[in-house]
């Protein structure tokens, strides 16, 4: 090393620190250009070759520090040596050496750039350190603060993962507990607990999830209405199959109420209807309980935020909407699958008391529809409408018939019932309460009918708490009786009395019967005139019931009676129905009416009298039912489809005898027969407001109609039924004989009557008398006996005026006998009968005194009185010949006269 600095001192170089040294201030700073510095950079390293140029210099010269270089390479000279050669070599190594001193030249110029570099570095750090040592102190606090953040990162990834797994754990505790909710809440579908259901509503709160649980509570309903009646109908299927054949289980419900029994239909029924209504119950309670949270929630706590009120609001109107949205749905659920059972069997042979239980079964059901959300219940109603239609016409058809065969097999004898009877002592009539009968006055219906409005409350109301409105309607049925026949047919010895018994006392008259009597026809009040008794008898109804009186029925009108009572109870129960029903119940009534007519009432020699025994109204009515109900055809193959509505023609029962004159020609069959129709007559008219207010608006005409033109035209049938006893109890042919034998030509005033007039009254003794002993077995009613009089006096009276008309010859004295003839008779009669005026006495009294009219007074008297036949006018007119008309004037009478028939002819 001494050695190559010594040649550097010979050379002239200088050490770098020297260098350094000598360089100005200026070059000292100065900083090198941005050419140099990219020079420097540009300047390409190849290790590999430092690397061999190292390798290729002897190991000797980097020995060690003492090694001389300068003797290493005397020695390497020849021993000999040659001066030419050592310059030659010295040359050489001048050469290398000038070439290695350059290279070292420019190693020192880049050695002195670098250090230039590294000076202005370090002083432009000193300046930078000093300028940021405080935002450095401030990196430093940031990364100390980094390196905590990172740690603590690091403890929150491992608290996130564990706050997931919890996070999931407790999501499925929360599934867990709304499921467990969701089965509490499901259980108050059947039976609802206030304390069960607040819980479960609390706990829906806590979660926030009120409006779920809406929705679930409906789902659950929905779920519990169809697992219900599944699960009862299954139950009956199964028991009544009597194998575990799991085949039933599988079924849709549908199929499943096919197969249930007739035997079980109705316990099936109102199990299910049980079963609905505790559903129903629970809907209904909880309703109640919600209105119940309304009220006590309407007021918030002061400390409570607007907006928890506000959600609060919402929550509270979301359920109640969905609540009362609800009822229409819960109801059609249950209407449809009702509908689905009633419809999946076949009722038409059903009893007609088992068919009533189903009608009171669902009417009831639709009683709970209507006050359960209002409902018409119009699918329950459809379904039964259908199957009542089809059970009531089969019904219907099968009970004319039964009619046909009672009528026909009727003797007409008296039903004994008591005093006291009236329909709502039948079990057919036990749902109307207090009906009004001819027994029972309107003042007790008016009573029985607001006492019962006042105890009716709704069903959700009495049975709340505790019970079932379909159980406590089958005990009531269980409980019905009935207990309306007498003994031996009389319960004391007073009805054994004689119907001629006066009727002094008015306190067995019904109120409304005590008023001014107004005639049915023109609605007139009559004449003061009258005799008492007259005015008493228009006064009492046609047919009156009082205590000593029991109504007078056949088997077979309480029978009908029986049958008018089902069919009002199940259209009372079926209103859609109504119209059909009433209908049949019209049909019932015609047909016992008929019946009647033409077992004793038909009779064309008598209808042929001409004096109105049949008014064109009854012969209108009788037509009617002949046209739309009678089968005339019946002994005829005719089609059925032409048959089906109508019912053979009733032929009386060969057991009554109607041509026995010891009887009165059947006078009791005959007494029985009307008057039980007068008082089927009078049930009709006390069950019209009834009938009335269950008939459709549009059909109304038909009952007013059925009411004016038949139900009133019963006691008309009065009139040609005892018109047959009247003409056959008492013999006029004979009167008319013994009349013919009479002299009326007579020239001196009588005193004495003639003998006809006591055989005439002596034939109205035995016909009283007759009379009298028919009222010991069948009690012969006023307005009966009235008739009978009437016609008799009436005919007895014509024949009168036949007899005087059948006079060839008469005079004056003549006439006065028969003026006498017919006092006597008067006087004597007035004392058999109470009846008031005489029938036909002016038609008697005017004739005799026609006899002594003037041409022109005899003219005008034919014009004006029609009632006398022609003939009749005719003898009056000839008889008069010679006394006080001429021929001239009676061939101008008879003339009057032949103009009078002339029309009719």
């Not at 829906?204 to 409006?211: A, I, N, R, V």
């Not at 009254?761 to 009690?779: A, I, M």
């Not at 009613?781 to 009235?786: A, I, Q, R, W, Y």
């Amino acid at each position: 090393m001494q050695k190559i600095k010594s040649l550097m001192a010979r050379q002239g170089l200088k050490s770098p620190q020297e260098s350094m040294a000598e360089l100005s201030p200026v070059e000292n700073l100065r900083i090198p250009s941005k050419e140099e510095l990219r020079e420097l950079r540009q300047q390409p390293i190849d290790p590999q070759a430092e690397q061999e140029i190292i390798d290729s210099i002897g190991e000797v010269y980097f020995s060690n520090d003492s090694f001389d270089m300068v003797q290493h390479e005397l020695e390497k000279l020849p021993p000999e040596l040659n001066l030419q050669e050592l310059e030659d070599y010295r040359d050489k190594l001048k050469r290398q050496q000038a070439a290695e001193l350059e290279r070292v030249t420019a190693l020192q110029t880049n050695l002195q750039l670098a250090a230039v570099i590294c000076t202005n570095a370090r002083r432009q750090l000193n300046v930078a350190k000093a300028g940021f040592t405080e935002a450095s102190l401030g990196l430093l606090a940031n990364q100390r603060r980094r390196q905590l953040l990172t740690g603590l990162l690091k403890s929150l990834r491992t608290i996130k993962t564990l706050v997931g797994e919890l996070n999931s754990k407790l999501q499925d505790t929360l599934e867990q507990i709304e499921e467990q909710l969701d089965v509490a809440l499901s259980k108050t579908c059947k039976h609802f607990d206030v304390l069960h259901y607040t819980k479960v509503q609390m706990a829906y709160t806590l979660l926030g999830k009120t409006q779920t649980a809406m929705d679930q509570l409906h789902m659950h309903f929905t779920q519990a209405i169809h697992n219900t009646v599944f699960q009862v109908v299954l139950g009956y299927v199964e028991l009544c199959a009597g194998n575990a054949d799991t085949k039933f289980q599988k079924m849709q419900y549908k199929d499943l109420c096919t197969h249930i029994t007739l035997d079980s239909y109705i316990p099936c029924l109102m199990d299910l209807c049980k079963a609905l209504w505790e559903v129903m119950l629970s809907y209904h309670r909880t309703m109640q309980w919600h209105e119940e949270q309304d009220k006590q929630e309407t007021t918030p706590p002061p400390d409570s935020s607007n907006v928890v009120s506000d959600e609060l609001t919402v929550d509270r109107s979301y359920v109640k909407k969905k609540l009362e949205h609800g009822l229409s749905r819960i109801w059609q659920d249950v209407q449809l699958k009702v509908k689905s059972y009633i419809l999946g069997t076949d009722m038409s042979n059903f009893k007609y008391d088992d068919f009533i239980v189903v009608l009171d079964v669902i009417s009831r059901l639709m009683q709970v529809g209507e006050e359960f959300c209002g409902s018409k219940s119009e699918v329950l109603q459809e379904s039964i409408k259908r199957q009542s239609v089809n059970y009531f016409k089969n019904y219907h058809r099968a009970r004319l018939e039964e009619l046909r065969m009672f009528l026909e097999n009727e003797t007409w004898e008296l039903c004994p019932v008591k005093s006291n009877f009236n329909i709502a002592q039948l079990h057919e009539f036990k749902f109307m309460g207090q009906c009004r009968s001819p027994s029972v006055s309107p003042s007790r219906q008016a009573a029985s009918s607001s006492y019962a409005a006042q105890e009716e409350e709704s069903l959700f109301q009495q049975y709340v708490q505790d019970g079932n409105p379909f159980e406590m309607h089958i005990e009531e049925k269980e409980e019905e009786t009935e207990d309306v026949l007498a003994s031996n047919g009389y319960e004391s010895d007073e009805l054994e009395k004689s119907v001629y018994q006066e009727y002094d006392s008015d306190s067995d008259v019904p109120e409304e019967l005590k008023q001014d009597y107004v005639d049915e026809q023109t609605g007139d009040a009559p004449l003061k005139s009258g005799s008492r008794e007259t005015i008493r008898s228009k006064k009492k109804s046609d047919y009156c019931l009082n205590k000593a009186n029991a109504p007078i029925l056949t088997n077979t009108t309480l029978n009908v009676i029986r049958l008018v009572g089902k069919y009002i109870q199940m259209m009372n129960i079926l209103k859609p129905i109504a119209f059909d029903v009433i209908h049949c119940v019209s049909q019932l009534f015609d047909y016992y009416l008929y019946a009647v007519y033409t077992f004793f009432g038909r009779n064309d020699m008598y209808e042929s009298s001409g004096l109105g025994l049949i008014s064109s109204r009854l012969r209108t009515t009788l037509n009617r039912i002949q046209e739309s109900l009678i089968d005339m055809n019946a002994g005829v193959h005719a089609p059925t489809e032409d048959r089906k509505e109508k019912v053979p023609s009733p032929h009386l029962s060969h057991l009554v005898v109607l041509t026995n004159s010891e009887t009165l020609y059947g006078l009791a069959q005959r007494v029985v027969a009307t008057e039980s129709l007068a008082f089927l007559a009078e049930l009709f008219e006390s069950l019209q407001s009834h009938l009335d207010a269950m008939m459709p608006a549009a059909k109304k005409p038909f009952l007013q109609q059925f009411y004016s033109q038949t139900v009133s035209t019963a006691s008309e049938l009065r009139k040609p039924i005892y018109w047959v006893v009247a003409a056959k109890a008492i013999d006029y042919e004979q009167m008319l004989l013994m009349m013919a034998g009479v002299k009326w030509d007579i020239r001196e005033i009588m005193s004495q009557h003639n003998i006809y007039v006591d055989v005439l009254l002596k034939e109205f003794e035995q016909f009283n008398k007759r009379l009298g002993e028919v009222s010991r077995h069948v009690r012969i009613p006023l307005p009966v006996s009235n008739v009978l009089w009437e016609h008799c006096i009436r005919l007895a009276n014509r024949t009168l005026v036949e007899g005087y008309a059948n006079v060839k010859k008469c005079s004056n004295e003549g006439r006065a006998l028969m003026q006498l003839d017919f006092q006597q008779f008067l006087m004597k009669l007035e004392k058999l009968t109470d009846l008031r005026p005489i029938p036909d006495k002016e038609f008697v009294e005017t004739y005799i005194k026609a006899y002594y009219l003037t041409e022109n007074d005899m003219e005008q008297f034919i014009k004006n009185h029609r009632e006398y036949s022609m003939k009749q006018l005719a003898n009056l007119v000839n008889v008069c010949l010679g006394s006080h008309i001429n021929k001239r004037a009676r061939q101008k009478l008879l003339a009057a006269i032949d103009d009078i028939d002339r029309p009719k002819r």
